[in-house]
């Protein structure tokens, strides 16, 4: 079992729905977790962190943390095709070490 | 810009030849990372520093490779007798010092092809 999975898709949906990605992983001890957006050929940007069991929202994102579950997912609200990416979990385990563990990332493909 | 920076954005060199990148991290980040990444894969973590002290190094992380974080501020990684299996973008990252927050901001990475 890999530390951090994702489904690598592609992922397609219309232009102005909610896109759905999720993440799951293999530590039960993990600290945060961390969505970065990464377009063809350019390095990650951070979306958002979440640390805390429940719901995070910002702006048309929101990111949702099931730490029973060991789940962790991005919601994208009113998807636009600058949305269109490959969107990486990624996930600090536990404590004693400041290093993310990646998933392979899931391609996210907005229709316009 | 007060972004990471890293040089080269790109190099090409020949199976055998020695290689040196460098990342510039965010001003007053502590922590220094280097991620490798290869085509349809996430980034593997391969090295971090806090100040100038290197606190863990992956297994991915052979003999052929070093990194350096000399006095805290700048990062070089080396690579010496590079494979064909080494092409891949090298991405760097800083974050600040603290709590839990932890969050990781990536350079534009250094493509690395070898020939």
């Known amino acids: 079992q890999k530390e951090v999975e994702q489904n690598s898709g592609p992922l397609s949906v219309p232009e102005g729905a909610i896109a759905s990605l999720n993440c799951t992983y293999s530590?039960?001890?993990?600290?945060?977790f961390f969505w970065y957006r990464q377009y063809s050929g350019k390095s990650p940007e951070l979306i958002m962190f979440?640390?805390?069991?429940g719901d995070k929202e910002d702006g048309r994102f929101t990111a949702q943390l099931n730490k029973a579950s060991q789940y962790v997912s991005l919601l994208i609200r009113d998807s636009q095709p600058s949305d269109s990416a490959t969107y990486l979990c990624?996930?600090?385990?536990?404590?004693?070490?400041?290093?993310?563990?990646f998933g392979t990332g899931t391609r996210l493909k907005v229709l316009a | 810009d007060t972004g990471v920076s890293q040089n080269p954005r790109h190099k090409i060199t020949k199976r055998g030849q020695n290689v040196t990148f460098r990342c510039d991290p965010i001003s007053e980040h502590n922590r220094l990372y280097w991620y490798r990444q290869t085509l349809g894969q996430g980034p593997e973590f391969l090295t971090y520093?806090?100040?100038?002290?290197?606190?863990?190094k992956s297994r991915l992380l052979s003999d052929r490779f070093s990194a350096e974080r000399p006095k805290g501020s700048f990062s070089t990684l080396e690579i010496q007798r590079t494979e064909q299996g080494d092409s891949a973008m090298y991405l760097c990252?800083?974050?600040?010092?603290?709590?839990?927050?932890?969050?990781?901001?990536f350079g534009p990475g250094t493509r690395l092809t070898v020939l």
């Open positions: 530590d039960r001890g993990s600290q945060s």
């Open positions: 990624a996930v600090n385990p536990a404590s004693g070490t400041y290093k993310y563990i």
């Open positions: 520093f806090q100040n100038e002290a290197q606190l863990e």
């Open positions: 990252a800083s974050s600040p010092r603290g709590g839990l927050n932890n969050e990781q901001f």
């Open positions: 979440i640390y805390s069991n």
